[in-house]
């Protein structure tokens, strides 16, 4: 598959300006749909601000292509259902979201950074010529206005234990009857307390499979986990 590449000139001045704000990168993906070109910064830690720390805790874990949305992004088509509409929690640079376009699907990438935003945008408008809907979203004050989604999907969001309710609430309040849930996991903290969780909310999780992943010293198991829920 040729990728679609738009020049800057193409691009809306917001997603153009991130030139002017960032060290570019590039990393060469390759999924089944076809090669992937990913634009990012070039050192996320050059991104840290004791602002963003201060007021919220926050880290730009967004600028990094972490092993779980690489190892979720290439098994995507073998798993997830016929195309609908898709949301991603924690889109990052994009790439699953990407994924979920070459699918077919109807995609809303959400993340906590306005530049993780304009990057997903960036990266999809790029590799496939579609221009995901985006949305900033606070999980301890999840968006009311999204409707219910087919598929939801997200990729090692679980480091932190108090996650694990905001997340499983908002696949409560946000999946669509029959739709389907695939979290992407590599062991993180907050997965127990998630699956707990979850079944509170007459939630069903179990293990989809586990993906090996290795790259240098990195060497890891991503678990891909799938939520329905309970039948009633």
Known sequence: MTEPVASLADLPFELAALDHRHVM??????????????EHPRNADDLI????????ERLPYWADLWPSALS???????IT?????????GCGLGLVTIAGLRAGHEVT????????????????????????ETRMADWRHWPTDLGRFDLIVASDILYERSY??????????????GGVVFVADPGRIGMDDFRAECAERNLVIGE??????????????ITIHEIRREAM
Do not use: C
Not at 25 to 38: E, I, K, N, R, Y
Not at 49 to 56: G, R
Not at 208 to 221: E, R, T
């Open 25 to 38: 990168a590039f990393t060469d993906v390759v999924l089944p749909s076809g090669p992937v070109h990913l």
């Open 49 to 56: 601000t004791e602002a963003d720390y201060v007021m919220d």
């Open 72 to 78: 979720f992004a290439r098994i995507f088509p073998d």
């Open 81 to 89: 259902p016929q195309a609908g509409r898709m949301l991603e929690l």
């Open 109 to 132: 990438a959400t993340d906590y950074y306005d530049d993780a935003l304009l990057f997903t945008q960036r990266n999809a408008i790029r590799v496939t010529g579609k221009t995901p």
């Open 164 to 177: 694990a309710p905001l997340v499983a609430g908002i696949i409560e309040s946000s999946l669509a009857p």
């Open 208 to 221: 989809k499979l586990k993906v090996p992943y290795q790259d240098g010293a990195i060497n890891q198991v």
